[in-house]
């Protein structure tokens, strides 16, 4: 590694305790934190909306509430996609100056309609994918899109939506929206005209846990994803957003790290692949020092839980301490110091110890008396 690298990573306060509890209860552990990585991100996204659920472009205009609040619930169904169908399209293509979000719940049920004021439900193209969920729709010919009271409510009434936003590859001709959903949602999309409207049902699903391998870039701004979705239009990309509300490209999925890394080969650019489970909001990286940190604090994590002596530990400290750069060393020591607090085997104490000197950190107290047992 790069002795000269100045990297922020950021660093959990609470890792002496994950890797305390990791080291006692191993597997069972990792699970727990899986589900409550979902829960606090669900709740942090829920809070989300309550400040200013839709951003970038999706406004409100009270004007066009007014002209649509006489409009009949429902119109007369033009056609129904299958339940998590990753295409959806219909609509004419006609000039449309905006259209209306309202949403709607009954029960376990809710529908997010866009409505349109003509007959006829205007061109669209809904596009579902999973991990993390989306729903984005593309309305080529519409301007813009108004968001009336009901949905502004959200926070307060949802259980599926993480939040709504206009994206930045929308042009003047053309609003893009984007819907992030919880993991537990599956998503099926009706077509209504008498008026004209697209309606998106969510209803329970099964939460899911499985693993995939996203071949992506790194995170970008405004001018960066322009370049970007030029760059690999071929290759369909998604447009996420990540844990610091900035986006990236995701140019696919795959089921493990080799296939991943075989179509990182194929490509060029700055391309990374992140593991991703279940609907964690995927990570901020915007160097690619960023990503190699983080892929190597994750190795260390690994061996920290896997390890059932403190030898393979202090072996990867020897391999690696050395190189690593600041915050590195002291992730990397809290973890040790975690580990080692309640260890009670033999342990090369001297060895642990210059850890600690080689970066001029002060020895934790239960050191001194470990070694006069």
Known sequence: ????????????????????????QGRQVLARR????????S????VALAFGLFVGGVRLSPAFAAAVEDLPVLGQLVQVFGVNQEVAQGGSQTQVDSAALTMERSGDTELIRLNFHQAQAAAYRAEFASYPKTVTITLPGTKGVEILSQISRAA????????????????????????????DADVQIQEYRDPGSLV?????????????????????????VQQAA??????????????????????GQYASQEEAQAALQALAGDLIVETRTGNNVPVAFATME?????????????????????????????QHFADANAQEREEMLRGLTGFLEDYHEDVDWEKAASFYRMADEPLPEFFEQTTTR
Request: charged share 20%.
């Open 1 to 24: 590694m790069d002795m000269n690298r100045n990297v922020s990573v950021p660093i959990p306060e609470d890792l002496h305790e994950v890797i305390h509890q990791g080291v006692a």
């Open 156 to 183: 307060d009434t949802s259980q599926y939506i993480k939040s709504v936003y206009q994206l930045p590859t929308s042009t003047q001709d053309t609003a893009i929206l984007q819907l992030e959903l919880e993991s």
């Open 200 to 224: 998106i049902q969510l209803t329970p699903a099964e939460i899911q846990l499985d693993t995939v391998y996203s071949l992506r870039t790194l995170s970008l701004d405004q001018q960066g």
């Open 290 to 318: 960023d990503y190699q940190s983080n892929a190597f604090l994750n190795e260390y994590y690994q061996v920290l839980l896997n390890s059932t002596t403190a030898e393979p530990v202090l072996d990867f400290l020897d």
């Open 230 to 251: 030029g760059q690999y239009a071929q290759q369909s990309p998604r447009l996420l957003r990540d844990d610091q509300g900035t986006y990236f490209l995701e140019l």
């Open 34 to 41: 899986k589900r409550a990585r979902r829960a606090a991100a």
């Open 43 to 46: 709740s942090l996204c829920s």
